[in-house]
């Protein structure tokens, strides 16, 4: 049985990849940070569902301490490693540069060194994000792309990004890049736009609610589904060789096009309920992102299932039902 090794398990990509890994057979070991508060509430169904029979595992750790990690890769000696674990808000990182980069930074390094000394081949799987190219125009971007970032989240990526290169070309490692543009599911933190919009959507329409503030309106995402997108992830580890790939739909839409889609749904002109404020557009922005991910296509025989709209809709349907559980507490 094949043993994978997940930081950020508590995460959005986290939950979807034990899913599909534990559907698979895998045996899973994922960190979580300590915190006074509960915040597992996206595995708690895979932690009472898999705990109790050792498919399914937790420590504490923090991709800051080097030597949690290191003991633990050490006992479990997985398989696979994914490090998925960051402070992934872009506009939060322009608040707090310093803590950051370095999780990002010193995290991947502690796990790449602790594979390369370990005797057991282990295969890395680096979470890279689209937001290392920048984004000013509206080119298609591919893994050939140049990268220019324009936050302290981006740069920090492109350090593991690089660094994950260099392990892989001069130890011989099976370290692979996995650069996914934005994926979103009804798990989604709720401080991302597109799940800040579909709360609110859910919300306004039961009455819970009366305004939304966002940011910049015309900026554009490649918007996938996450449950897509870690199918994706896994593959990367299945190939025979090790490389980078870009995971992406190929479209882009801006986020008034999210706005005019989500209120659609429930029958509402998003005009009527939006407002922008400063506090939400960022220092730097990136523009426009479109992924293409033909080399994934031919190599790994990845493609995205879910539709722009089927996500909108997933998404809004989700928060609904959330919404009206909110209502009956009132
Ligand atoms: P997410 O929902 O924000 O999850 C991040 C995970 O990292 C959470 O489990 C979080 O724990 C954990 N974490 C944060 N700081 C940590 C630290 N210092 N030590 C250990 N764990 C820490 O992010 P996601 O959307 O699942 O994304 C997964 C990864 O892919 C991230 O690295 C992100 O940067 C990257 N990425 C995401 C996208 C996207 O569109 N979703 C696109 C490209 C790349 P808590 O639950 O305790 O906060
Ligand atoms: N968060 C947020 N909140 N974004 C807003 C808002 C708002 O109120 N209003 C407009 N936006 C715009 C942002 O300025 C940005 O251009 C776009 O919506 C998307 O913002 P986010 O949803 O915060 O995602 P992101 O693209 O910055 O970053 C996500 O995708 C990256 C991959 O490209 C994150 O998941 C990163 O971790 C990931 O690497």
Same mark, same amino acid.
């Given at each position: 049985m094949s043993k994978a090794f997940i930081t950020g398990v508590s995460g959005q990509d986290g939950y979807y990849l034990s899913k599909y890994l534990l559907d698979k057979g895998y045996e899973i070991h994922g960190t979580v940070r300590r915190s006074?508060?509960?915040?597992?509430s996206r595995i708690d169904s895979l932690i009472s569902e898999f705990s109790e029979t050792g498919k399914f595992n937790l420590y504490y750790s923090d991709l800051l301490d080097q030597s949690s990690l290191s003991n633990l890769i050490n006992l479990i000696e997985p398989d696979e490693v994914y490090n998925?674990?960051?402070?992934?808000?872009v506009a939060v990182s322009f608040k707090n540069p310093s803590y950051t980069s370095q999780v990002s930074t010193l995290g991947p390094l502690a796990l790449l060194e602790v594979i390369k000394n370990s005797k057991k081949k282990i295969k890395y799987y680096q979470a890279s994000s689209?937001?290392?190219?920048?984004?000013? $125009?509206?080119k298609l971007l591919d893994e050939l792309s140049l990268f220019d970032p324009k936050s302290p989240y981006a740069a920090a990526k492109l350090f593991a990004h690089n660094l994950t290169k260099v392990y892989r070309d001069s130890y011989d490692m099976f370290a692979v890049n996995g650069i996914l543009f934005n994926h979103e599911s009804p798990?989604?933190?709720?401080?991302?736009v597109t799940r800040k919009i579909t709360r609110a959507v859910a919300r306004i329409s039961l009455g819970l609610q009366k305004k939304l503030t966002l940011g910049n309106l015309d900026a554009c995402r490649d918007w996938g589904f996450a449950g897509d997108y870690v199918e994706a992830m896994w593959l990367m580890l299945q190939h025979d060789k090790p490389d980078d790939w870009v995971i992406a739909t190929g479209e882009s839409f801006s986020v008034k096009q999210f706005l005019n889609i989500a209120f659609e749904i429930v029958g509402l002109d998003y005009e009527e309920y939006v407002l922008t404020s $400063?506090?939400?557009?960022?220092?730097?922005?990136?523009?426009f992102l479109k992924g293409d991910a033909t080399k994934a296509k031919k190599e790994l025989g990845w493609e995205p299932k879910t539709s722009f709209n089927d996500l909108v809709k997933m998404m809004v349907e989700s928060d609904i039902e959330l919404s009206k559980r909110e209502k009956v507490l009132l």
């Open positions: 006074s508060s509960i915040n597992t998925l674990a960051a402070q992934s808000h689209s937001e290392m190219y920048g984004g000013k $125009d509206d798990l989604r933190g709720e401080t991302f $400063d506090k939400y557009f960022r220092p730097n922005e990136v523009n």
